[in-house]
């Protein structure tokens, strides 16, 4: 399906925004039939899973086909995801033709990611916040400020890179908790635990998991199943890469009190 006229292309590149930009997949298949219904095609049939989208329809008595287009990475953008929403809303009022839909659509898939230095400064409050959250003081949300800082910065670097999501999450991890530990070491900051906790915060699959949980009460259990296990790795790299650098940490300085 190539021709931006047709019906089954609006509504899989519609699928497809959505599943790129992490949808939960009740919401990806819904859309996708809503659209297609909406413009009277002929028929439509349509199988989502979390990184692969299988569709397949007749329209104007002539049969499309999409064996399968697989994306195999995603990244959360709600923005887009809610643009899309309202779009498809828009479709089924009868609000725009294939064509106007189209143009919209585009805009929609440009709509920007927040700017870094924004991205950098909310990734520190984040990190203050659930700091002092779990229980530490002001002077460890200050230290955990600063370090949520710095994730951000290393994580745009990595971005840059194409390095893989698990190596990713477990270099960054690592790092974040050797900038919190040094800088307790140096008197900033009272309970390294607490700092680190805030810190990490950014890197926590939260969506993933939630998403993945969503999905197992409307019966896609393997989208589900494939989310959880993403989720239960990352968690997994995380604490690996906190955990050595404490390991190390504590027998290069003699233990270190947490």
């Given amino acids: 399906m190539s021709d931006n006229n047709s019906i089954l292309e609006l509504s899989f590149a519609m699928g497809e925004t959505l599943l790129v930009n ?4 009740s919401r990806v298949q819904e859309t996708m039939e809503r659209v297609a219904k909406s413009f009277h095609a002929d028929a439509f049939n349509v199988y989502v899973i979390s990184n692969a989208i299988f569709a397949n329809g007749v329209e104007n008595g002539v049969k499309h086909t999409t064996q399968l287009k697989h994306f195999p990475n995603t990244a959360i953008h709600f923005g887009r995801i809610s643009a899309v929403n ?5 479709i089924a009022a009868g609000k725009h033709s ?6 919209i659509l585009e805009n929609i898939k440009g709509l920007p990611y927040s700017p870094l230095p924004l991205a950098v400064l909310a990734c520190g409050v984040g ?3 659930f700091s002092y959250l779990f229980g530490g003081s002001p002077f460890d949300a200050l230290t955990a400020f600063l370090c949520g800082l710095v994730l951000e910065l290393y994580l745009h670097f ?17 790092f974040v908790t050797l900038c919190s530990v040094l ?3 140096c008197g900033l900051g009272n309970n390294i635990d607490k700092v680190i906790i805030g810190s990490i915060i950014r890197l ?5 998991l939630t998403t993945s949980i969503r999905d197992f009460f409307n019966g896609d259990y393997l989208s589900g199943t494939i989310r959880m296990i993403d989720a239960v790795l990352v968690g997994g790299c995380i604490a690996v890469g906190v955990g050595v650098v404490i390991r190390l940490m504590s027998i290069i300085t003699g233990g270190m009190p947490l």
Avoid: C, D, M, Y
Avoid at 158 to 174: E, P, R, V, W, Y
Avoid at 204 to 208: E, K, L, R, S, T
């Fill in 158 to 174: 990595t971005s840059t890179h194409s390095l893989s999501k698990f190596l990713t999450n477990l270099s960054a991890s690592a």
């Fill in 183 to 185: 800088l307790v070491l």
């Fill in 22 to 25: 992490g949808a939960e997949i």
């Fill in 98 to 103: 294939v064509e106007e839909s189209f143009r």
């Fill in 86 to 90: 309202q779009l498809s809303r828009e």
């Fill in 127 to 129: 990190s203050a916040a």
């Fill in 204 to 208: 926590v699959p939260g969506v993933a």
